[in-house]
Structures are given as structure tokens and as C-alpha cells.
């Protein structure tokens, strides 16, 4: 028999090993939470490499934002293209501020990404890191479980390649329908034209006939007038008149030549040497009674001694005529001024530079780029097709030369036009 001291030293000792094997049981516990915890932990590490492999392994820039709109991951293309250091430059900032480092989204951002609205898609930008270079920003969602968004991704492509060749598959299938068009006009502008050349021929001699008989006929009366001009003037006159036309119509004869064969993407440029100042003057006489309508100040200057210059003249003339219309058209102010400035190139081999300004309306950055692309124009349809200056431009590199222009917006605009020696472009 146990005395009653000897059941409690046992109920303690019973209770003392109770409580021993609870705090085993709670350590084990806790030493399988730690384990699961760091096995867990390692889980997720390993996963997040795993995941960043995969994005450092996409070439194009890749982001991917939590629930507040903060990059959470981006992969090694976003982190060059943005200019980071590492990483965790970027990590839990807002886009705005991780690589712009701004307190708001960007001025005329087209999708703000600083909350989540379940949208995805894609839109075209001009990349804000690389002048010139045009992207495409597709976003994706991300959602769990239960269909709710929890993060997105954003990939940015670089389609300025696709862009350029899309615009030429464009112009090329324009130019083809413009080739078309041209061989149907050609023919019902040179029938008339074809009446006028053969008989101005004609009208020379009528005239040389008849005249002497008018003259004959003023010398009996003193002071006799015709037009406010005498005889002998008024005979002058009318010899200009149809040096003019016959002029005129020879102009229509080699555009018509040289659109077909802009057409045909070529130009048939046959040089001679010519004098600048003189091609000049005929390319403002044409445009003349254009100038003075709105055009309150116009200039010529061309310096002599100015050596004259190996070039095709009635291409040359005619990028000048199509250079000053288009100057008076762009005329939007009282003292509207237009100039024509011609001097010896400084560049090698560059036989002369002949500008063309203007203190009209000028052009914004994107006209300025477009300008020379075909069908395009800020003009109203009865002003312009968006040919003029493409024409321009090709002619002049067919001849070897180039054209340039510089604009600001309501300042106005220049086009300079530099020709080269022949040789220079052949060597």
C-alpha cells in the first residue's frame, strides 16, 4: 500500500513528465513550422528566379505591376532600355516615378497604369527614352484564383521597322496607282498643248506679215498708239508674248515627260551648263502675278560673279516653281514676305545652294518630317494633292543633289536645294 505522500511525489512526477512531453510535442511543432517555413520560403525564392530567368530571357522590354500600379518585376531588356542600375532601382515605385522619376503619371500618357481596371490591349507611342523610335505597349492581366485582377504585365515593342515598311508598302501601291493615272492623263493634256506648239509656228508668221503693214501704217500718223505702247514697241511686245507662251508650252511638254517618268521612278535629266540668276527670273516669271496678289515683300539675291552651274534647267525651274507657290500659299500675315537667295555651295564638289523662304505660317515638327512623303498635305484638296514636294525632291536627287527644309511653327519656313558636280555622285 502507498501512503497518501507517496501518490502525490507520484502525481508530480506523473504531472512533471505530462508537462515535459507537452512542451517536446510544442517544440517539434515549432521546429516543423520553422522547417515548412524555410522550405517554403526557399519555394518562393526559387520560384522568383525562376520567373526572372524567364523574363531576362524575353528580349524586349517586360514589366509586371501589383495591385497599386508599383513595379513589381522587370525584366534585363526593361532594365537597359529605362537605363537602371540594378533592379531594385525600380521595385515598388510607381512607373512614373521608378524611371521618370516624377510624383504623377506622365503628361499624355495614353493608358495610366497606377490602378487596375480588369483592361488589357495595346496602343502605339513614340518611345519617351528613344527619340525616333516608335513602340507598341501591350498590357496583359494577371488574375488569381477567383477571376480578380492582381497584377499586370507590359511589354513595349519596338514596330518602327514594321512602321517604315508598311508606310513604303503604302507609297508603292499609291505610286502604282499614280502610274496609271499619269499614262491616262498624259494624253489628253498633250492634244491640246500639241495645238498650241504647232501653231504658234504659225501665228510668228501671220504676225510677221501683218505687223509691217501696221507699222506702215503709224508712221503716217504721228502719235498713233496701240495699247498705250507704239508701233515698235507694241511689236516687241507681242513677239514676248509669244516667246512666253511658246515658253509655256514647252514647260507643259517636259513635265508631262518627267511625271511619267516619276511614275516610273526615274528621272531622264539631261544637263547643260546654265546660268542661276537667269533660270531664276524665268521660274519667278511664271509665278509673278501669284506673288504680287498676296505677297507684300519678295526678294531676289544672287551674288555676282555667280559661275554657272551643270544641271538639268527645266527640272531645276520647275522645283522652283512648285517651291514659290507653295510659299505663297503658306503667306498668313500683313507684311508676308517671300525670298529667293542663291550662293556658291561650301560643301565639296557643291556647284551652288539656292534657298527658297518664307515668313508664313511654317510647320510643326511631324509635318516637317512628312513633308516629302507622297499624298501627303496639310493643304485643302483644291490647293494640293501631296505630290509637289515628293516630285521635288525626286528630281533633285536625280539630279544629284538634295533638298532640305527647315520650319518653326508661325515663324515660317525655308527649303534649300543643294547642287552637286556630276562627278561627285558617280565617284
Known amino acids: 500500500m502507498y501512503s497518501n505522500e507517496e501518490f502525490q511525489t507520484a502525481g508530480k512526477e506523473i504531472g512533471q513528465m505530462g508537462k515535459s512531453e507537452k512542451e517536446i510535442h510544442q517544440r517539434v511543432e515549432r521546429h516543423t513550422s520553422e522547417t515548412e517555413k524555410r522550405r517554403a520560403e526557399e519555394l518562393i525564392r526559387t520560384s522568383k528566379a525562376m520567373l526572372q530567368t524567364i523574363f531576362d530571357g524575353i528580349s524586349e522590354p517586360l514589366l509586371m505591376l501589383d495591385r497599386t500600379g508599383k513595379v513589381s518585376m522587370l525584366n534585363r531588356p526593361a532594365r537597359d532600355y529605362y537605363h537602371l542600375a540594378a533592379y531594385v532601382d525600380a521595385i ?3 512607373c512614373y516615378t521608378a524611371f521618370f522619376k516624377l510624383p504623377a503619371p506622365c503628361s499624355g500618357c495614353k493608358r495610366p497604369l497606377s490602378h487596375l481596371d480588369g483592361s488589357e490591349g495595346s496602343f502605339e507611342r513614340q518611345s519617351p527614352v528613344i527619340p525616333g523610335r516608335l513602340e507598341q505597349v501591350s498590357i496583359y492581366s494577371k ?21 517604315i515598311l508598311e508606310r513604303e508598302l503604302i507609297q508603292k501601291e499609291k505610286l502604282a496607282s499614280l502610274g496609271l493615272l499619269v499614262s491616262g492623263i498624259a494624253h489628253e493634256i498633250n492634244n491640246p498643248n500639241n495645238f498650241i506648239s504647232f501653231n504658234l509656228p504659225i501665228l510668228r508668221e501671220y504676225l510677221g506679215a501683218m505687223l509691217p503693214i501696221v507699222s506702215e501704217y503709224g508712221a503716217k500718223r504721228p502719235g498713233f498708239e496701240l495699247f498705250g505702247m507704239s508701233c515698235e514697241e507694241f511689236e516687241k511686245d507681242i513677239f ?39 533660270l531664276i527670273d524665268r521660274a519667278v516669271a511664271l509665278c509673278r502675278s501669284e506673288i504680287q ?35 505663297v500659299h503658306a503667306a498668313d500675315k500683313k507684311d508676308s514676305a517671300i525670298w529667293v537667295r542663291a550662293r556658291q555651295g561650301a ?7 539656292i534657298e527658297v523662304g518664307d515668313n508664313g505660317c511654317g510647320m510643326t515638327e511631324s509635318t516637317r518630317q512628312r513633308v516629302f512623303d507622297p ?30 527644309v527647315e520650319s518653326r511653327l508661325g515663324r515660317g519656313t525655308t527649303f534649300k536645294l543643294s547642287l552637286f558636280e556630276l562627278k561627285n555622285r558617280e565617284s
Open 293 to 327: 496678289k498676296k505677297i507684300k515683300s519678295f526678294e531676289v539675291s544672287v551674288p555676282e560673279p555667280m559661275p554657272t552651274v551643270n544641271t538639268d534647267a527645266e527640272v531645276l525651274e520647275q522645283v522652283l516653281v512648285n517651291l514659290l507657290i507653295n510659299a
Open 347 to 353: 560643301e565639296p564638289f557643291c556647284q551652288c545652294v
Open 240 to 278: 514676248k508674248l509669244l516667246e512666253n507662251m511658246e515658253h509655256g508650252s514647252n514647260r507643259i511638254n517636259a513635265t508631262i515627260t518627267r511625271l511619267k517618268g516619276f511614275a516610273r521612278k526615274r528621272v531622264m535629266a539631261e544637263r547643260e551648263r546654265i546660268d542661276i540668276k537667269t
Open 92 to 94: 515598388g515605385k510607381p
Open 143 to 163: 488574375k488569381d484564383d477567383s477571376g480578380a485582377e492582381e497584377a499586370r504585365i507590359v511589354r513595349i515593342t519596338d514596330i518602327t521597322h514594321a512602321k
Open 375 to 404: 499624298f501627303f498635305t496639310t493643304k485643302t484638296p483644291e490647293l494640293g494633292t501631296g505630290l509637289g514636294l515628293y516630285v521635288c525632291q525626286t528630281f533633285i536627287e536625280g539630279l544629284g543633289g538634295k533638298i532640305e
